[in-house]
């Protein structure tokens, strides 16, 4: 933690991803722990960073608690967010609707919620 | 620190004269009187219904014979249904000194203004000889509630929070955490960490009806400017409130008026039981604010993103400011800036050990920034609860009296 980029804050120990507390800009490489790891994307304040590299179906934790489950592998230092994580309990969206939560085995997760939230 | 020792044995951090109305016609009169003692620790409180509610009854009850209420001065038009005998009897049995007016009879406004201002001060003057006695961290009740929040509440203020209420908790302070309409997600976490499998099972019924009631009302839930603050999904976004709770064990749950009979972390129900009426659980985070102070509460952590600037009659606020912007352009209502954490020149522990020293000097008499801006918010409305089930609190074993 000590090492860590002071843009980012660790919730909790056993959390699996730091929070952005200023932006970080792609292309950047940043101090992650004990490594370097370079940025792919624009990180927002807010947004969430892999602290290390995570299977698809592992959980993700936030405040030490589960805030969802990885819906494709996550590498260290990858962006968190819509595009590689869903809910456990019911499907989020953003301004263009529905974000897909399907696992890449092809099983949908909360349709019956999904259905409903319509 | 020190605090004023009532008669009933209860110890309070303010020594405060409460001005209380109990319709809104008898508001105004009230108000003048206030205004006219001008002083900080005569304050106004009342409910405007004129229809009679045992909610309300609770409330006023709780809120008149609060530890940090030394005397109390009643304004009543003379019509309204509100049961004025019975809440002076409460007040009166515990040891605190009361007078009613009656506008009606008593010549009308201006001689009641003028009755309600001398009793008001002769009873200021009255309490002002209260003992004042050493009082102990474990004697103390802590509320926390969020308003005006933002992408950062959950990174920085409530976080820190948790932490400050984790410290108190272990040093047997109750604490209290509420919003349980903006817990949904959060119920599995929740329920483990209930003391007991039954009081686990009365806290998920609790959630259940939360999401009920606001399905009703017709209340969205994860929107997508969430989603561009960072927030991914519901669990974390119920989470970010969530955390205010810190991690202890949840060693209760009680209803507003409900005083916590141990230290340790306690869960505030504030969602109305039985059918969907009166509206809005609570109209604004003062109602919360109120409901915590009812339990009991002597101080209430207030996080804030956007910036609230709200204080509260009775007991003091401190507010806990997440967001660094918000904090320049209103740092001289905000008592802690939690938004170095976001700056990468505090962590969450270190705000959390800085909100627990101002518990300490709030408690120990500093005025906190909404008490020496002179706020002093009161709102009480209509709701309906049934009593809690014998489960909810602690094994009669565990129980030390407060």
């Not at chain 2, 609770?58 to 019975?86: D, Q, W, Y």
């Not at chain 2, 409460?90 to 309600?116: A, D, F, H, M």
């Not at chain 2, 203020?157 to 209420?165: I, T």
Request: hydrophobic fraction near 35%; aromatic fraction near 6%.
């Amino acid at each position: 933690m000590i090492n860590t980029d002071s843009r980012l804050v660790l919730l909790h120990n056993d959390d699996n991803i730091f929070v952005c507390c200023q932006k970080i800009f792609s292309g950047e490489s940043i101090q992650l722990e004990n490594h370097k790891a370079i940025i792919k994307t624009d990180i927002d304040v807010g947004h969430k960073l892999a602290r290390n590299n995570i299977n698809v179906t592992e959980k993700i934790y936030k405040y030490g608690v589960s805030i969802g489950s990885a819906k494709t592998d996550i590498k260290k230092a990858d962006h968190v967010h819509l595009h590689n994580i869903k809910s456990d309990y019911m499907p989020s969206h953003d301004r263009s609707g529905l974000v897909d939560d399907s696992l890449p085995d092809g099983n949908l997760n909360n349709t019956s919620e999904k259905e409903n939230f319509k | 620190m020190k605090a004023w020792l009532r008669k009933d044995g209860r110890k309070g951090i303010r020594n405060v004269v409460v001005v209380g109305y109990l319709v809104e016609c008898a508001h105004h009169v009230a108000r003048i009187i206030v205004n006219k003692a001008d002083d900080t620790d005569i304050q106004l409180i009342g409910f405007p219904g004129c229809y009679p509610n045992d909610y309300a009854m609770k409330m006023m009850e709780a809120i008149c014979t609060h530890p940090n209420v030394g005397g109390v001065v009643l304004l009543s038009l003379g019509c309204e249904g509100f049961n004025r005998e019975g809440l002076k009897d409460t007040i009166e049995s515990s040891g605190r000194p009361v007078e009613t007016l009656v506008i009606q009879q008593n010549g009308g406004t201006k001689t009641t203004v003028e009755k309600g201002l001398l009793a008001a001060l002769r009873i200021r003057t009255e309490i002002a000889k209260v003992e004042k006695v050493e009082m102990r961290i474990d004697e103390l009740i802590v509320g926390t509630i969020c308003g005006g929040s933002d992408g950062t509440s959950g990174i920085s203020g409530n976080p820190a929070v948790g932490y400050c209420f984790d410290r108190l908790v272990k040093e047997n302070a109750s604490c209290i955490f509420e919003e349980t309409g903006e817990l949904i997600g959060c119920e599995d976490v929740m329920i483990k960490r209930a003391a007991t499998p039954s009081l686990a099972k009365e806290i998920d019924a609790c959630l259940v009806k939360a999401a009920r009631y606001y399905e009703v009302l017709g209340y969205g839930s994860f929107a997508p400017g969430n989603a561009e603050g960072g927030l991914t999904t519901q669990e974390e976004k119920s989470m970010g409130a969530y955390c205010k709770s810190g991690e202890s064990e949840i060693v209760g749950l009680i209803k507003p008026g409900d005083i916590p009979p141990t230290g340790g972390l306690y869960l505030l129900d504030v969602v109305p039981d039985g059918e969907v009426r009166f509206g809005f659980p609570n109209i604004s985070d003062n109602a919360e604010i109120v409901e915590l102070i009812a339990c009991g509460c002597h101080i209430t952590l207030f996080t804030t993103g956007r910036g609230s600037v709200v204080g509260s009659a009775v007991s003091p606020v401190i507010k806990i400011c997440a967001n660094p912007e918000t904090y320049k352009n209103l740092s001289e209502d905000m008592d802690v800036n939690a938004g170095r954490v976001l700056e990468g020149t505090a962590t969450p522990q270190d705000i959390g050990n800085e909100i627990y020293q101002q518990v300490m000097d709030v408690a120990g008499g500093k005025a906190s920034k909404s008490e020496e801006l002179g706020h002093q918010e009161f709102i009480l409305t209509y709701k309906h609860f049934e009593p809690i089930g014998p489960a909810c609190l602690p094994s009669a074993v565990n129980i030390q009296t407060r």
